[in-house]
């Protein structure tokens, strides 16, 4: 399984951005996907993530009611809709898929693939 993530920028505050993770491969082993952020102070933290077919959600406390995750299982692809960024939210994210299921991971270690990553910066 090979994911590519996309469709970050600049962009300035309260603005908006969406993310792209588009899957190839074995997709018919993905399970949940999900995103993460990693700055140079930080480590990797979770985002995001929704299980296959997209009936369950799951969010950082930070990104709540800010941010909505989708996916196209058709098109294997997943989505991370970011409304009002905030300058705390530039980082590099990245989408990661799972290959056992049903229970969703917060955590990086239980996923399986990850994509390259993709910038996202929020000017003040």
């Known amino acids: 399984v090979q994911l590519q993530a996309s469709g970050g920028g600049l962009v300035q505050t309260g603005g908006s951005l969406r993310l792209s993770c588009a899957a190839s491969?074995?997709?018919?082993?993905?399970?949940?996907m999900g995103w993460f952020r990693q700055t140079p102070e930080k480590e990797r933290e979770f985002v995001a993530a929704?299980?296959?077919?997209?009936?369950?959600?799951h969010y950082a406390d930070f990104v709540k009611g800010r941010f909505t995750i989708s996916r196209d299982d058709t098109e294997n692809t997943a989505y991370l809709q970011m409304n009002s960024l905030k300058p705390e939210d530039t980082a590099v994210y990245y989408c990661?898929?799972?290959?056992?299921?049903?229970?969703?991971?917060?955590?990086?270690?239980?996923?399986?693939?990850w994509g390259q990553g993709t910038l996202v910066t929020v000017s003040s």
């Open positions: 990661a898929a799972q290959r056992t299921g049903p229970i969703i991971a917060t955590v990086s270690d239980r996923y399986n693939y």
């Open positions: 491969g074995r997709t018919s082993a993905i399970k949940a």
């Open positions: 929704i299980s296959r077919g997209g009936g369950t959600k």
